[in-house]
């Protein structure tokens, strides 16, 4: 049913339009009396999945589940299923980021199914926005995207000369204590040239001060210190390296995964293996 759901309580030739102006219904389910019902369509707008406690019989009879307590943004991802339990207590709905909600308090509140749920998840697809609505970021400068490794596009930001002054970042707030995980995806397309400079890719920290980052350093100054690094400040201020002169290779993806501990041991996982 592209344009609208339908129901009828009578018989088969008594049907009724009940849900109008849908972009499209990919997916309906309905409790074993028919009184909740639940209508998806695979796109990011604030009415893909819509929801009824009083059998639906009228437009106005529908709601909205988008902003519910425990989903996440609409504009951030798309439903590509759903179902509800006989009684209508439970429910499932499922997302194309590879994530499912359930519910058992009639759709009032859901939960995200994975062990564990991130802070923050930023796709770069096409947007700054968080998956999980909890940092907003701003763009200083030109940003661009372009084609990813993972999803449909990945965020792309260029300062140059490579470990120049950046003009062009992104910035939002964000607390991550002394113990986290952060995991993404990195591609250099150059690297500095310029002996003793840095491009950073990731910080954590305060305008003035970096506590954890995560970039390229040059320096021809030593024996092989030039390379990818992984570094924190500890509590004495001393610049502790997690990981350092890790070799990369221009336009080449990256799978970076820090476990950062404070100052217990830390780990820095590279294309799933640990460096």
Known sequence: ??????????????????????????????????????????SSISTSV?????????????????????????????????????????????????????????GQSWANTASTVPYSYFRFDNSLADVQGNTTLTATGTIGYVTGNVGTHALSISNTPAGSVSTKYVRGPITIGNRCTIACWINFVTLPTTDATVSTVIAFG?????????????????PG???????????????????GRYTVTTNTWYNIRVVFQGNSISYVYINNALS
Do not use: H
């Open 1 to 42: 049913m592209s344009q609208g759901n339908f129901n009828s309580s009578v018989s088969t030739s008594s049907w009724v339009s009940s849900l109008t102006g849908r972009v499209s219904t990919t997916t309906v389910a309905m409790s074993a009396n028919a009184q909740y019902q639940l209508a998806l369509s695979q």
């Open 50 to 106: 819509m929801f009824t406690s009083t059998l639906g019989t009228s437009p106005s009879a529908w709601s909205t589940l988008s902003g519910a307590t425990g989903l996440p943004n609409y504009s951030t991802i798309s439903y590509t299923t759903g179902a509800i339990s006989g009684t209508g207590q439970y429910g499932v709905l499922g997302t194309n980021t590879g994530n499912l909600y359930t519910t058992s308090t009639f």
């Open 225 to 243: 210190y030039t390379g990818f690094y992984v570094s924190y400040m500890d509590s004495t201020n001393t610049n502790i390296s997690i990981l």
């Open 206 to 222: 305060t305008s003035s001060q970096n506590l954890l980052w995560i970039s390229y350093y040059k320096d021809e100054s030593g």
